[in-house]
């Protein structure tokens, strides 16, 4: 028995071997997008390689332009999606994303809460401000990242009393006297606040495994609060070792300062993996899967996110931005300070700047190359302190999924990272009380 601490293993949720043009390889089986035996398989493969949870993000809108040559950007909601994955696992954790800028507080307490017993206590939340959408919810502007976390705030605040309202000891089904429910344990929550008013109680109880775990990405310093003070994960967008260190001490040393022990916030960066049998032939197919990009995507990526046009800049002139333009603000404050800290420490040219995961991915840690070599760079993350393990993300083509279950995975159990069996039944035991 080793006494190094294990680590925690999610995966994506998704077809991620179709990602940016890989759908087109023979097969792909793209045509099988919206079949739900794919996602079966998938689920099935996880659990059987005892990874901890699987996780749906979700946006509420359609890139329709990024569509015409991708299928990322379509899929099913992720609610509906987890649930229909609950019948066909037993014991990994399924984490869900609901929106706190869209979606009513009552709608997803009552969601979540069905998804928990429906999952065994096997339910997670991805709690998200949202990228955007805010045209299909009747919102002119998008709500500033600052107004965005004061409604989380309370939402999750609605959220936890809701789930308190209606405890599931409030039942009874006692068939001799007739009482089914005692009434005096469920209670309204009379919540009246800046940005709901409910009324209580919720009418679903809340599942015996207590509240489900909660995920987080934004990494603004409103973000990172909003992480200290609620989220058990934090889904790190951290494309260098750097970055990942720099953000696990900064939320160990936010927590401290709220009395919260460091250890009950895992931060677990998003890892795009494109495995091959050869180092060359990763390569071969990280340039395969992005060759058909056009490179007009990645200027208005990055005008997107720093409001600097740099279509006409020359390649290899060397990136210079020492502030953003007054007024200016981002989509997303995280993907804007990565890039600004990468472009500050580094001084890239334009060319080193376009092949950045920050522009051609979502901010992730990439890794191309052998088991061996994903196995190392993994290994060197969590020793450096950059990570309490990762959420995997395989890409570009099925056999570097495969890779990922039967080599990568079987890698890190062997030499004592990452277990070899469940111990709990719940998402929170996955996260909590793990054993080599
Ligand atoms: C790594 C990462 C993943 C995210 N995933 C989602 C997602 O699946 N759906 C979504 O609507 N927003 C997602 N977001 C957006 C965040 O919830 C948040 O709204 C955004 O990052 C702005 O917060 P910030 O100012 O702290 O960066 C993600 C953000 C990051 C950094």
Not at 99 to 112: D, E, K, V, W
Not at 131 to 139: C, D, K, Q, T
Not at 224 to 235: E, G, Q, Y
Request: net charge negative; charged share 20%.
């Amino acid at each position: 028995m080793s006494d190094r601490k294990p680590i925690v293993i999610g995966m994506a949720l998704a077809m991620s071997w179709l990602t940016r043009s890989a759908w087109r390889r023979e097969e792909s089986e793209v045509e099988h997008l919206f079949d739900l035996e794919h996602y079966v398989t998938l689920a099935q493969q996880a659990e059987q390689a005892k990874l901890d949870f699987l996780f749906a993000p979700d946006t509420l809108f359609l890139a329709k332009e990024a569509l015409a040559h991708e299928a990322g950007f379509t899929g099913f909601d992720p609610t509906t999606l987890i649930a229909a994955m609950a019948s066909h696992t037993h014991r990994i954790g399924l984490v869900s994303t609901v929106s706190t800028t869209f979606t009513p507080p009552y709608i997803a307490a009552r969601q979540l809460q069905s998804l928990n017993w429906l999952t065994k206590g096997r339910a997670g939340w991805n709690i998200v401000t949202a990228l955007g959408g805010n045209e299909n919810f009747g919102l002119e502007t998008m709500p500033s990242s600052q107004q965005r976390y004061a409604k989380a705030r309370e939402f999750v605040e609605v959220v936890n009393r809701l789930w308190q309202s209606y405890p599931h000891t409030a039942i009874k089904a006692d068939r001799a006297s007739g009482q089914f429910a005692n009434v005096d344990d469920i209670e309204e929550i009379h919540h009246h606040g800046e940005f709901f008013d409910v009324l209580g109680p919720l009418n679903i109880p809340t599942h015996p495994s207590g509240r489900m775990p909660f995920f987080q990405a934004g990494a603004s310093d409103a973000g990172r609060n909003f992480a200290a003070h609620v989220a058990d994960v934090m889904f790190a967008a951290t494309p260098d070792i750097e970055s990942g260190i720099a953000l696990k001490q900064d939320l160990a040393s936010r927590c401290q300062q709220i009395g919260r022990s460091p250890s009950a916030l895992k931060v677990l960066p998003g890892v795009a993996l494109y495995l091959a049998k050869s180092e060359q032939e990763a390569h071969d197919l990280f340039t395969e899967t992005h060759k058909a990009f056009d490179p007009a995507k990645h200027f208005a990526h990055l005008h997107k996110a720093l409001g600097i046009d740099f279509s006409n800049h020359n390649l290899d002139d060397v990136v210079e931005v020492n502030s953003l333009a007054k007024g200016f603000i981002p989509y997303s404050q995280t993907h804007t300070d990565l890039l600004l800290t990468y472009i500050q420490r580094e001084s890239p040219t334009l060319r080193q700047l376009l092949a950045r995961p920050e522009v051609i991915g979502s901010s992730h840690w990439l890794i191309i190359g052998t088991v061996q070599q994903a196995y190392d760079d993994i290994v060197q993350r969590l020793e450096q302190g950059a990570a309490d393990g990762f959420i995997a993300v395989p890409g570009g083509s099925k056999e570097s999924m495969r890779l990922f279950f039967e080599s990568l995975i079987p890698m890190l159990q062997q030499n004592g990272w990452f277990k070899s069996e469940y111990i709990g039944d719940t998402l929170a035991t996955h996260l909590t009380e793990q054993a080599l």
